[in-house]
């Protein structure tokens, strides 16, 4: 791996270029009114620097690289305008346009992603191939080859597009494509999560200007687009790799040293300061540069850039990957910074604990988190713990003991008093980075429809994986690539395509029918979406739990033993009270309260209590 992290500087002066301006331009009438402007060029530090219409510059920054400048103006009660920067050495000057935009109507407080949703997970390379003529760029190293599992295929924003309608249908409303901007590593790019120029989407994916129309043709259809963000490092083949700004851009030992991952030192009371160090400044990986978030530049770029792609692109949400691995303090005023800007932003952060305590540490409010002095302003974290309990195959666990069974999932829902805000926790039983639950229960489709219902009647916002609704497999065992598989019927000339009622094969259409019909019941379910839950110690391995408000009372029972049941139902009077009867809701089945409730082996009931 190339990596160059001292600077030859050049001490003969020579006429400056500007080779990058970051951003590339603003927005008037911003909360972030004092704005950073980088600029990159051969010696550019050299020059004294003007701006044209009365625009303040506040500050100009220079660092051990002549070849950075950073400007600061005010664009305080500024009107959207074109002005122009001016830079002068001796008797040379050039000068550079700049634009302050005029922002879209109630942008500061758009609507964000809530437990009123479901977001469909897409791993961006592998779901369709909207635009052939992009698979292979010219600016871009790795090129498409489908039949490398851990290369790029050809999916792309084009491709969601296409299949947004079918996205609609299933029932989810927000879609979270994995990183979407430039990767150029040589190989394994296709997961963009080791990124080389944050303000350009990578062109095997499309343009900026198809990101944009992404989340026009979302919005058209009443959905939300959530960017999947990176804080916490780049890839080594950024463009700023061969020229940092400062020595201190990214962390170095000097060089690379890898994390240990031990992200509980963040908040460990006993950790020794060089594993906690070595947690939030190692490197992720050999090819993942970790970003020093500690230094107020690269807080200000990162901060900036986030705002700019809400701003450009009409985002509606992020999720934050590796957010715990981060610098917490500097982490935690980027996170402010923004929901400063858009009170209603959603943020979900990546912080994958398996301990309820851990997790709750990192959402906004934390009262343990409060022990330390220590708030870190993210609305919503990711529920791990449950994740991590139906992955690890809960539903195949047919008899229940003390720690085995529906008593696994009962005891997670225990230790929901630590996070401040319940419903705003993502719910999933798998993502990009796990077994496929369907391979995890070898395709068995009765215990899919258990992890399913689960996910979309509890409390917080259910995310499920692009392609498990046609019962799609695959094992982390056998590689990244395994998990990630091509949606079939996203490329042309494929055999199977599943994006259509009548490509879908009798099991793909099997496992479709039932996710669309349970995720469109939930859509207009504000009792799912942010009433109060009650639920009873599970016996003979089912599980009851109500969801409920003043209005109305939901009744789930999910069986995880292989024989039939019949429960008393006195026992549940408390949230039963004087309702005689309810409609399943998938079925439409009539049940009679009075009577005791039977319900089949590995199944599941959805009442809707009269």
């Known amino acids: 791996m190339k990596k160059v ?53 506040k500050e100009v920054q220079k660092t051990e690289n002549p070849n950075y400048v950073f400007v600061t103006i005010d664009t305080k009660n500024c009107a959207a305008q074109d002005f122009v920067f001016t830079f002068k ?42 635009n052939p003529n992009n698979d292979s760029t010219q600016e871009t190293i790795e090129k498409a080859n489908r039949t490398n599992k851990d290369g790029r295929h050809g999916g792309d924003i084009q491709g969601i597009i296409n299949h947004l309608d ?62 999947d963000y990176v804080t916490n490092h780049w890839g080594y083949k950024h463009w700023m790799m061969n020229d940092l700004p400062t020595y201190d851009w990214i962390h170095q030992f000097p060089g690379y040293a890898q994390t240990n ?24 990986v050999k090819s993942m540069p970790d970003l020093n978030q500690s230094n107020p530049l690269v807080l200000k770029y990162l901060t900036q850039n986030a ?60 009262k343990i988190a409060a022990i330390q002095s220590y708030n ?34 009962y005891e997670n829902f225990n230790s929901d008093f630590l996070y401040p805000n319940v419903n705003n926790m993502f719910v999933f039983a798998e993502n990009h980075d796990t077994n496929r639950l369907n391979e995890v229960y070898k395709s068995d489709f009765n215990k899919y429809k258990l992890a399913m219902t689960l996910i979309a009647t509890i409390r917080g916002i259910p995310q499920i994986y692009y392609g498990s609704e046609i ?32 490509g879908r094969n009798t099991t793909q259409e099997q496992y479709f029918d039932f996710t669309s019909k349970l995720y469109n019941w939930r859509k207009n379910k504000s009792v799912i979406h942010s009433g109060k839950m009650k639920h009873y110690v599970p016996e003979n391995n089912v599980y009851v739990y ?56 590995k199944s599941a009931l959805i009442l809707e209590l009269k």
């Open 89 to 130: 050495n001796k008797n040379k000057s050039f000068t550079q346009n700049y634009s302050l935009k005029a922002r879209r109507e109630n942008s500061r407080l758009r609507k964000s992603y809530d437990s009123s949703d479901m977001i469909y997970l897409i791993m961006s390379d592998r779901f369709a191939n909207g």
């Open 471 to 502: 019962g799609m497999a695959g094992s982390k065992s056998v590689g990244d690539g395994d998990i990630r598989r091509d949606f079939p019927g996203g490329w042309n000339g494929d055999a199977n395509n599943a994006f259509s009622k009548s």
């Open 376 to 409: 870190s302003n993210l609305p919503s974290v990711m529920d791990f713990t449950l994740q991590e309990t139906i992955n690890a195959g809960v539903f195949n666990e047919d008899k229940q003991d003390w720690r085995n069974g529906m008593v696994k999932i």
């Open 261 to 284: 991952y031990r992200m509980a030192t963040q908040m460990d009371t006993n950790a020794a300061k060089i594993d906690k160090d070595r947690c939030v400044d190692g490197w992720f």
């Open 166 to 227: 079918y996205i609609k249908e299933l029932g989810a409303t927000a879609v979270w494509p994995t990183p979407l901007c430039e990767d150029n590593d040589e190989r394994g790019s296709y997961h963009t999560y080791g990124q080389s120029d944050v303000y350009k989407i990578d062109s095997r994916f499309g343009t900026n200007e198809d990101y944009v129309l992404l989340s026009s043709e979302l919005h058209k259809r009443g959905m939300k687009n959530i960017m």
């Open 546 to 601: 109500f969801r409920y408000n003043d209005s109305e009372t939901i009744m789930i029972v999910i069986n995880n033993n292989t024989e039939k049941q019949t429960l008393k139902l006195d026992r549940f009077k408390e949230n039963i009270k004087t309702h005689l009867s309810a409609t399943e809701a998938l079925s439409n089945k009539q049940i009679n309260l009075k009577e005791d409730l039977v319900i089949e082996g």
């Open 307 to 366: 705002i700019w792609w809400i701003e450009y692109a009409d985002l509606d949400g992020f999720r934050v990957d590796t957010y715990s691995y981060n610098d917490k303090e500097a982490i935690a005023k980027w996170t402010k910074s923004i929901t400063d800007e858009y009170p209603n932003f959603n943020i979900a952060g990546e912080v994958w604990y398996y301990s309820q305590a851990q997790i709750a540490y990192w959402q906004k409010d934390s």
């Open 5 to 57: 992290f001292l600077f030859l500087f050049i001490t003969s002066i020579s006429f400056a270029q500007i080779d990058r301006v970051e951003p590339p331009f603003w927005w008037s009438d911003m909360n972030l009114s004092e704005l950073q402007i980088m600029f990159y060029g051969k010696n550019i530090a050299q020059n004294t620097i003007s701006v044209s219409n009365g625009i303040i510059i």
